[in-house]
């Protein structure tokens, strides 16, 4: 019932920028934590950086200054504004959420996007 569909990803040039988007759907009450990881071939799956409901915000020193996460509570929406990318940046970008449904949020769980491909070229 529930869905996140995230998208936005792409060829960049070092130093470009990039905004990705993830919006879940379906029968939900209402969504808590929202966020964003990563991960690159050979490499293990990491935190990029997330954000509540009342937008406060914490980011992987990695990123820190470089991305900026926000979101729409009204649409469901998380976004990953990616400016002055690097080559380390490439990697499979997933969005991940807290999710309840119900009245008063009886039922809670933890939903995935399907990822979305960021290349950062030289």
């Known amino acids: 019932q529930v869905q996140l569909v995230d998208s936005g990803g792409g060829w960049v040039q070092a130093g470009g920028s990039l905004t990705l988007s993830c919006t879940a759907s379906g029968s939900i009450f209402k969504t808590n934590v929202m966020g964003w990881y990563r991960q690159a071939p050979g490499k293990q799956r990491e935190l990029v950086a997330t954000i509540t409901r009342g937008a406060n915000k914490n980011y992987a020193d990695s990123v820190k200054g470089r991305f900026t996460i926000s979101r729409d509570n009204v649409k469901n929406t998380v976004y990953l504004q990616m400016n002055s990318l690097k080559p380390e940046d490439t990697a499979v970008y997933h969005c991940?959420?807290?999710?309840?449904?119900?009245?008063?949020?009886?039922?809670?769980?933890?939903?995935w996007g399907q990822g979305t491909q960021v290349t950062v070229s030289l």
């Open positions: 991940n959420a807290d999710i309840c449904s119900g009245d008063g949020c009886y039922h809670t769980y933890n939903s």
